[in-house]
């Protein structure tokens, strides 16, 4: 069970908008930033967004990141084949003082 | 650009002890922090524990108790043990720099407990 929840699969079709959610407590994305990581087949995880909305030097603009209260989201635009994926969020936890991450959501692009 | 070396033994016996290192090339070892994670075949990731450029060390509470993060500065180099382990520890473990998100990150080292 992880601390933070995650819709285990969505999909859509190429060109198709899509959102990932992720939700938490007042204790990890209610109070620190979120992170979200894509992970490719056979790959070690990807930083995709930091701090919430930010994506790294190399990020498509395609990918971006929101929060609202204890809950945050992925939305990716303009759906490639490759952008089949896992995505997981993460976040810093004031309760276990430790990192989270949510148990990942599966992308199928169909 | 930094890369992550790690390596490992990759099969252990119930009760033994896991030992990671990662090594990290390109200069930027100090003032970072450096974590530990793992994900079991087919599941999510888990994380384990970090140690800061201080020495401070943050771990999973649920695996506190058997799990020890270290680092050799002058060898830019951290390590992982997982003291008594159980076939629930079987994982691909991945060790990873945190600059804001965890920006970097080893191949991973399956990790397998079997008797």
């Known amino acids: 069970q992880s601390v933070l929840t995650q819709a285990p699969s969505a999909s859509a079709t190429p060109g198709q908008s899509v959102t990932i959610s992720c939700s938490g407590s007042?204790?990890?994305?209610?109070?620190?930033?979120v992170y979200w990581y894509q992970q490719l087949p056979g790959t070690a995880p990807k930083l995709l967004i930091y701090?919430?909305?930010y994506r790294p030097s190399g990020v498509p603009d395609r990918f971006s990141g929101s929060k609202s209260g204890t809950s945050a989201s992925l939305a990716i635009s303009g759906l490639r084949s490759e952008d089949e994926a896992d995505y997981y969020c993460a976040a810093w936890d004031d309760s276990l003082s430790g990192r989270v991450f949510g148990g990942g959501t599966k992308l199928t692009v169909l | 650009q930094v890369q992550i070396q790690q390596w490992g033994a990759g099969l252990l016996k119930p009760s033994e002890t896991l030992s990671l290192t990662c090594t990290v090339f390109g200069g930027s070892f100090s003032g970072y922090s450096w974590s530990w994670i793992r994900q079991p075949p087919g599941k999510g990731l888990e994380w384990i524990g970090e140690?800061?450029?201080?020495?401070?060390?943050n771990y999973n509470p649920s695996l506190e108790s058997r799990v020890t993060i270290s680092a050799d500065t002058s060898k830019e180099q951290f390590s992982l043990k997982v003291t008594s382990v159980t076939a629930a520890d079987t994982a691909l473990y991945y060790c990873?720099?945190?600059?804001?998100?965890?920006?970097?990150w080893g191949r991973g080292t399956l990790v397998t407990v079997s008797s």
């Open positions: 140690i800061h450029h201080s020495g401070n060390t």
């Open positions: 701090r919430n909305n």
């Open positions: 990873a720099r945190e600059d804001g998100g965890f920006s970097d």
């Open positions: 007042s204790s990890n994305i209610g109070s620190n930033y």
